[in-house]
């Protein structure tokens, strides 16, 4: 996906979602004209991420499988599930689920993404009907493209605030 749509595929999920504050949040940091628009590494796993529920809001099970590596080594544990780490399987299981009618509705939120060269883990939230998942998405550089190679999403006991470290510059 060029850079210049991808943004624009930004701002139309953060418009899609309805969430006050978030679509104005991805419009500022985001450049309005055609010519100002660089993607980071790390803007582009975002976009990746957000194309992953995109395809599992939509139930569309074709961008699911064009997500997913095709020569890296996959896995994918939905909750409750086992581990499954044949790419075949994978796509198997998302199809059973996005052809399902009870097919959950989803939105995510607070997401992070974790650089690691040509590797990417964009942890965060997974908001169901009923209740909220943890979730892990590990993305690797195929192609020129970020692909999906690992996905884990599980439920959330307990919730555990992260404590917060001092600025070692002051």
């Not at 899609?16 to 978030?22: H, I, M, N, S």
């Not at 299981?93 to 959950?104: E, F, K, Q, R, Y």
């Not at 493209?145 to 605030?161: D, E, K, S």
Request: charged share 25%; with cysteine; glycine share 6%.
């Amino acid at each position: 996906m060029p850079e210049w749509r991808a943004i624009r595929h930004l701002r139309v999920m953060a418009r899609a979602w309805r969430a006050p504050g978030r679509a104005a949040m991805l419009m500022r940091a985001y450049p309005r004209s055609k010519k100002d628009a660089v993607m980071t590494d790390s803007d582009a796993v975002l976009a990746a991420n957000l194309e992953f529920y995109r395809a599992f809001t939509m139930r569309d099970i074709a961008a699911m499988d064009q997500l997913w590596a095709r020569r890296a080594p996959v896995a994918c544990l939905h909750p409750g599930w086992i581990a499954l780490t044949d790419r075949a399987a994978i796509i198997s299981s998302w199809s059973g689920i996005l052809s399902s009618p009870g097919a959950p509705q989803i939105a995510c939120f607070d997401e992070r993404v974790l650089m690691f060269g040509d590797t990417a883990l964009v942890l965060c939230e997974e908001e169901l009907d009923g209740g909220t998942l943890a979730a892990s998405n590990f993305f690797v550089r195929e192609d020129g493209a970020w692909r999906l190679a690992h996905h884990h999403a599980g439920q959330i006991v307990r919730r555990q605030t992260e404590s917060r470290r001092r600025s070692q510059l002051n």
